[in-house]
């Protein structure tokens, strides 16, 4: 659960909220967001859907849909890609149009 402080009624999540959650963000975040789902479905069945513990638990499950997505986004480079991208003019990066 995120841990969140109150300020004159709003609610504001410490910014490193996914590394105190201690979840590795490769390997189980379709895992640690079905929790959160789970997590934030319960805070705002006891708290009440207007609550400022609801709205931080919908935040945490939000935040973790879009690393998910950044992670589905960002393309693993192999040794050749990664050397190209250092070295445009190297000739085995050289690209040849038909």
């Keep these: 659960m995120v ?12 910014l490193s909220f996914l590394v105190n959650l201690g979840i590795n963000m490769t390997n189980n975040i379709h895992q640690t967001i079905q929790q959160e789902l789970a997590n934030a479905r319960q805070v705002c069945d006891i708290n009440g859907v207007e609550s400022g513990e ?36 190297a000739a085995e990066c050289r690209v040849y149009d038909d």
Excluded: G, I, T
């Design 54 to 89: 609801c709205a931080a638990a919908w935040d945490a499950v939000e935040e973790l849909q879009a690393e998910a997505s950044h992670q589905r986004e960002s393309v693993v480079k192999n040794s050749l890609e990664q050397y190209c991208s250092e070295n445009p003019d």
């Design 3 to 14: 841990e969140v402080m109150y300020f004159n009624h709003m609610v504001f999540k410490p």
